[in-house]
């Protein structure tokens, strides 16, 4: 095989690997705010992420009993209103499993795990978070595992990144259904930037 042949074939095979990996993905922006989002829809799940502007994070948590240092700290790891549903028909779906500690960030040239709410919560004491206020973040926030029914069954809450606002990131996301493992990698999802 010559070389030429080589790397057209190669060249051939990422190409269709690396539409695969996006296929049901869009991205759109909010006509008012210009806050986007992407939505993925593949194999019985869709993954439906939203800019927070971390002006809009940090209120939401010094309303609820945060300090001004830690609602900035999470307001600038990157924060997304997230959504997920099974898509999946009561007839022929199964149930849906995510576990948020399996999903990476790919970010020049590195990989690494998200930041997940149990992450937050092991920096925090009684001493500077008050029970009330970590009850507010747990049900704010993602749960780390769940799972999901078919028929529309979904959860919302707010995940975060860990990277700076403004960042963009490829998303590694991974979920099962049955015995099955799935995943796919989102590209260049784009924190909103601190205004």
Request: charged letters at 20%; aromatic letters at 12%.
């Amino acid at each position: 095989m010559n070389t030429t042949f080589q790397q057209l074939f190669l060249s051939l095979i990422f190409y269709v690997y690396a539409h695969t990996l996006v296929a049901g993905t869009s991205i759109t922006t909010h006509p008012d705010t210009g806050l986007k989002g992407w939505k993925f829809n593949q194999d019985d799940i869709e993954l439906e992420l939203i800019q927070r502007l971390p002006d809009q994070t940090r209120g939401f948590f010094i309303a609820r009993g945060f300090s001004t240092k830690i609602a900035d700290d999470i307001a600038n790891a990157c924060i997304f209103q997230t959504i997920i549903r099974n898509t999946g028909s009561i007839k022929n779906g199964s149930p849906v499993n995510v576990a948020l500690k399996n999903w990476r960030i790919q970010m020049n040239n590195q990989k690494r795990p998200i930041k997940l709410k149990e992450d937050w919560e092991k920096v925090w004491s009684t001493s500077n978070v008050s029970t009330a206020a970590q009850l507010a973040f747990r049900w704010a926030t993602f749960p780390g595992e769940q799972t999901f029914h078919p028929s529309g069954d979904y959860n919302w809450g707010m995940i975060s990144f860990g990277v700076k606002p403004g960042s963009v990131f490829d998303l590694y996301i991974e979920w099962k259904t049955d015995t099955q493992t799935h995943n796919a990698l989102i590209t260049n999802i784009q924190c909103a930037n601190d205004r």
